[in-house]
């Protein structure tokens, strides 16, 4: 059973079992007319009066409060494995000849937070010609990670650059305030720059929900098993097919970071990612 299974069915029990509970009537003992002179002894008793009944609600609402489940928050920074340097990972496109992917991370601190800086390789694992190069830039700060700029670069030379994309409002990825069911995103602009083209303007939107905390098994993820690992899904739209029209299945565990990942594309294509190790 998922954390959102369980969180409704803890307040479907809560009303089933928990006594209704109602605000307290107040009694003034006093009443005064007109021109009749107010005594202090009268005033103060009619002022205790109210105060005890506010006190007494007061305390119902705590009781209420106390039996009502709190519904648990998770935190990105717990479960993108800040002291990773690498993940290597099994690779699958149909079709495709490479089925190593190597990503590498260089984090700099920076004015209001980290600079990540990921490089994808992808190679055959038998040996052979690269198939994939790219380098991404985030930020990191205690409320999320964004993405900033993508690169794609010559699977030869990987100094030389094919093509550069900066997001001109940084999407966010993740963020430090995540509840299951709960979904968030951005809607960005883009400035995507082809190698020997002006510079072509789009945007891009990404909307990520987190589905559940669930234990991921090592019949999924042979670097496993793993728990309390965070599945979140992503759906992306694009004015222009750079980034790809994509729907995403992704699990992320405590410390590790991102351990499986399954990537479907508008036009059919899919890939999938496994971890294999991590260092």
Known sequence: MNTKTIFLASIVILFVLTPITYAGNVTIPNNFTSGTPAVAADVNANFNAVAVEINDNDSRISLINSQIPSVPVYDFNNYIGNTVNSHTYDYYQEGYACDRE????????????????????????????????????????????????????????????????????????????????????????????????????????????????????????????????????????VQNNHFGRQTVMSWYCPNVGLVRQIKNFNNGGSYRIKLLSYN
């Not at 190597?102 to 800086?117: D, P």
């Not at 995103?185 to 905390?213: C, F």
């Open 102 to 237: 190597v990503r590498n991370y260089t984090r700099t601190s920076i004015t209001g937070g980290t600079r990540l800086i990921t490089t994808v390789d992808r190679t055959p694992s038998g040996g052979g010609a690269r198939c994939h190069y790219r380098v991404a830039e985030h930020l990191q700060t205690a409320q999320d990670l964004k993405l900033v700029s993508r690169s794609l670069r010559d699977t030869v030379n990987t100094a030389t650059e094919l093509t550069f994309a900066t997001i001109n409002f940084p999407v966010t990825k993740l963020t430090n305030v995540m509840r299951v069911g709960v979904p968030w995103g951005d809607a960005s602009g883009t400035q995507w720059t082809p190698a020997g083209s002006p510079t072509e303007r789009g945007h891009i939107v990404e909307i990520h929900t987190l589905l559940a905390v669930e234990d991921v098994p090592a019949s999924q993820v042979p670097a496993g098993p793993f728990t309390g690992c965070l599945k979140i899904h992503t759906s992306r739209r």
